[in-house]
């Protein structure tokens, strides 16, 4: 329970279909005084700082008494400081990382199992906008109902075993529908805002803390064009990330864009948005959630979370790495975002980018 309207509604949902349900808030940041976490106050609407502050809470709690559930905060701290340090250890390599999908992989599905298992919970379920469903008698991850809320994309990373005790209950419905939920019964949060910013940087300045963590990325360096042409000066590559227009201070009479990133020659290569555009990628850590077509095989392939999944032909090189060919090419395809396989709504699989492929690679 994160204290946001989802997983509220989630709990809810298990508790009227009979589950014996347990509430859990991940404590992530400092440690917060109980008095705060024990407020008999209705949660207010204040504004939103991420999805694990001292607010979330307690607004998780006033849900838990509501619903007269046991409700637990587990102190996580010492294990999240190794997703902040991914991030920008990301950042200070030249890559744009995801720190919700490791989140999800390392925590919300990774230590609470262990969790669970201790209390003997056969389930874990969460307010995940995702579905549990079936394809070729195997249980599988599908996208959830609400398109616009889908959050399968930051899930492809749960190894199939967890995959066979989780669910989502709120990922038959769409958000209207769970707001609607959350006021028949009177949820205190029922209004509160969807969280939007990393929980660890609320106030969205990624690079203050990226300098503060790793000083040494914010060396200055040579801005080149396509051509190898030395056309200005950058900051230190953790301030770029591929697509990026704004913040590089170069007129060139045309809209340009940050298009590659070297991190051991520390420059950055810019171009029009023409050339933006991949012909595919190329990704490792590759992780199956079911048994794949035989390749090549086409499929619609996600490479961020805003993106709409483009056709492509997909083939598995080996355990560790998938090749995909966009039938059209796609902008910003980025070292260190996602790029997740779907078949329909079903999630194949999917891994980490970490290089683009262009049609002169493809031939």
Known sequence: ???????SVAACMLKDQGFDVIGLFMRVGKETPESCL????APSRRPHQGCCSATDAQDARFVAGML???FYALNFKGDFDRIIDYFV??????RTPNPCIMCNNYLKFGKIVNYANAVGAKYIATGHYARIGEHEGQRVLMRGIDGFKDQSYVLFGLSPTVLER???PVGELNKDEVRDRAAQINLPNRDKPDSVEICFVPDRNYVRLVKEKRPETFLEGDVVNESGEVVGRHKGIGHYTIG?????GIAAGYPIYVTQINR???????GNRQALYSAGLSAN?????IKPPPSPFRARVQIRYLHNAAEATVWIENDDRFRAVFDTPQPAVTPGQAAVIYLDDVVVGGGWIDRAISSDDIG
């Open 166 to 168: 989780v669910l989502f």
């Open 244 to 248: 990026q227009r704004r913040g590089l």
């Open 264 to 270: 051991s020659s520390n420059t950055i290569t810019v």
């Open 89 to 94: 250890d990301e950042y200070a390599n030249g």
């Open 285 to 289: 850590r590759l992780n199956l959630l």
């Open 1 to 7: 329970m994160s204290g946001g309207v989802d997983s």
């Open 38 to 41: 024990t407020d008999e106050a």
């Open 68 to 70: 007269d559930i046991p």
